[in-house]
């Protein structure tokens, strides 16, 4: 799968002449019209346009030079401020006119090609975007960050029938081979044989064309800092044989929306030339039924030499990444980030725009608020609150998958998987949504790429 430029950009060296596109709020309109004159004004009133948030009106050029837009905006937005333009103007070419709000251009352009997205492998999209003009230096800066959206996005959005582990997995292959990184894969048995056994368990019930696997990247010289990804890639999630309900069912393609942020952000890191040592790993599953699936009851013996009781095999997410993050702890890195739609859970706590963060860091962690902050990017932290390891208690084996209790389901989820990386080695966990449940300005309904520039930005702050 490839992720092709934004159609929402018009090139700078275009032969159309842009409609100009004036930004404005309701304390900056009215003094902007004595600058149009008395036609626009009158226009603007006879249509009660005041400059308010998400309204726009066409009024003629005092110059003679054909037709300006006024779009009302609230500059707090940021990104969004504009970000529903691309779909509600008519098509067309549009420049934004200085005449209008102070609007950052990187954050103007990222949010008109936000907007701008559409999921159309299975049908064409009902119109094409208008376009904004934009100058090279911002396209440059601005477009691997849209890339990485599309792409996360587009991963999310494909039905599992044409994403299934092996489809996921040869992304990974595929962004390998754009940037000449290493590239292995583990498959079906040679999960046993490798000794990862809980990736196993989770997909062994697959159909065999959809058998579970591990794919890896690796680039980066060796003596670099090393950095290592690792997202959950459930492309489907029926609950196993705890199945869930058609409702609950009902949007699982989504379950390896962690490994499509990994996959994005690995690509960013690659782009930027950041000087690390970059590993990739995604367990891909489809936690399936069938005669040999998994058990409530049975006990794994996991890479990380802890054996884990299955209180619920819904609760597969967090086995297919112990496996990999106890990989990732022999690798000795100086950080582990790790990316999944774990629990429901962290969205009745935060709901579905706000990602929950997990370190064991502090300084990491503020870090990456702070990056969140400075992205328009938001991260919450939530706590590692220890006593809740009890919740996780087995009578039989070093921990069970789940509990009994409902509380603090996000927080026992991430305890869960810090048990598999030592206290030595630094490591963030984000549990991620994935998904806009209904559009919204440069939300559109669907898959969603949370948290990438905020992490990007961590990194190049902690490296360059």
């Not at 209180?311 to 100086?334: F, I, Q």
Request: a negative charge.
């Amino acid at each position: 799968m490839t992720t092709p430029m934004t159609n929402a950009w018009a090139s700078p060296n275009s032969s159309r002449s842009p409609t100009p596109l004036i930004a404005v709020d309701e304390k900056t309109c009215a003094e902007l019209l004595e600058q149009l004159g008395e036609q626009a004004a009158r226009i603007c009133a006879d249509n009660d346009f005041k400059g308010q948030n998400g309204r726009f009106l066409v009024v003629p050029d005092p110059a003679g030079k054909g037709s300006i837009l006024l779009a009302g905006c609230n500059s707090r937005d940021g990104i969004y401020a504009l970000s529903s333009l691309p779909q509600r103007l008519p098509e067309g070419d549009y420049e934004m006119d200085p005449r209008g709000l102070p609007l950052d251009p990187d954050q103007t352009a990222l949010g008109w090609a936000l907007g701008a997205y559409r999921f159309t492998r299975y049908r064409r999209a009902l119109r094409e975007p208008a376009r904004l003009r934009v100058d090279d230096e911002t396209r440059a800066r601005v477009a691997p960050f849209v890339d990485a959206a599309t792409l996360t996005r587009d991963l999310i959005n494909t039905p599992t029938q044409d994403m299934g582990p092996a489809n996921l997995v040869e992304v990974i292959r595929d962004l390998a081979r754009k940037h000449d990184a290493e590239f292995r894969e583990w498959i079906g048995d040679d999960l046993l044989a490798d000794n990862f056994p809980t990736i196993h368990a989770v997909g062994r019930a697959a159909a065999e064309d959809r058998a579970p696997r591990l794919g890896m990247l690796s680039h980066g010289p060796a003596d670099a800092p090393h950095v290592v990804l690792v997202g959950k890639g459930v492309c489907f999630d029926t609950g196993g044989l705890d199945l869930k309900t058609a409702d609950g069912m009902r949007w699982m393609k989504k379950d390896m929306g962690g490994a499509a942020h990994a996959i994005a952000l690995a690509g960013l890191i690659l782009e930027a030339e950041l000087p690390v040592r970059l590993t990739l790993l995604v367990p891909a599953v489809e936690n399936a039924v069938a005669g040999n699936a998994f058990r409530p009851g049975e006990v794994i013996q996991t890479r990380g030499n802890l054996s884990v009781e299955i209180d619920n095999t819904d609760a597969e997410g967090r086995l297919v990444l112990c496996d990999a993050l106890a990989y990732a702890s022999e690798l000795k890195p100086d950080l582990i980030l790790d990316f999944a739609t774990l629990t429901g859970a962290a969205r009745v706590a935060l709901g579905a725009d706000l990602p929950a963060l997990f370190c064991n860091r502090d300084d990491i962690a503020d870090s990456l608020l702070n990056a969140g902050t400075q992205t328009q990017d938001p991260l919450w932290r939530m706590p590692l609150w220890r006593p809740y390891l009890t919740l996780l208690d087995s009578y039989m084996a070093d921990l069970a998958n789940s509990g009994t209790s409902r509380h603090a389901g996000a927080i026992s989820a991430a305890l869960f998987l810090e048990r598999f990386v030592p206290e030595s080695v630094a490591w963030c966990h984000l549990d991620v949504y994935s998904w806009n449940d209904a559009d919204r300005p440069g939300r559109p309904r669907g898959g969603e790429a949370q948290g990438l520039r905020a992490f990007l930005e961590f990194l190049r702050k902690r490296y360059s």
